[in-house]
């Protein structure tokens, strides 16, 4: 299994900035794609950013431009850089990664998830 830690979430004022880390137990280009999603109260889990083992990646509309997903293969860890921070950015974040198994085809694992708080 991919053994996800997430760390780097917390409170941040409106305009603010925060980077949230997650470091998988496994190689990164191993694992076809590796993704950050997010839940609010309430509300359905989405995807926010999502980067293939290609390094293709893709946004939600509402983050493009503001959010920008990266990594280190050398350190077996992929970011999210969040920038312009609105409140309603305000979910836990979760950290997913979705290798490739020949036994078993696509399998998704998940982080702990960690909060982020927006205020006004």
């Known amino acids: 299994q991919v053994e996800l830690v997430e760390s780097g979430g917390g409170l941040v004022q409106a305009g603010g900035s925060l980077r949230l880390s997650c470091a998988a137990s496994?190689?990164?280009?191993?694992?076809?794609?590796m993704a950050w999603y997010r839940q609010a109260p309430g509300k359905q889990r989405e995807l926010v950013a999502s980067?293939?083992?290609?390094?293709?990646?893709t946004y939600v509309d509402s983050v493009k431009g503001r959010f920008t997903i990266s990594r280190d293969t050398a350190k077996n860890t992929v970011y999210l850089q969040m920038n312009s921070l609105k409140p309603e950015d305000t979910a836990v974040y979760y950290c997913?990664?979705?290798?490739?198994?020949?036994?078993?085809?696509?399998?998704?694992?998940w982080g702990q998830g960690t909060q982020v708080t927006v205020s006004s």
């Open positions: 980067i293939t083992n290609g390094g293709t990646t």
């Open positions: 997913s990664a979705k290798p490739w198994l020949p036994s078993r085809g696509y399998v998704d694992y």
């Open positions: 496994r190689n990164i280009l191993s694992i076809s794609a």
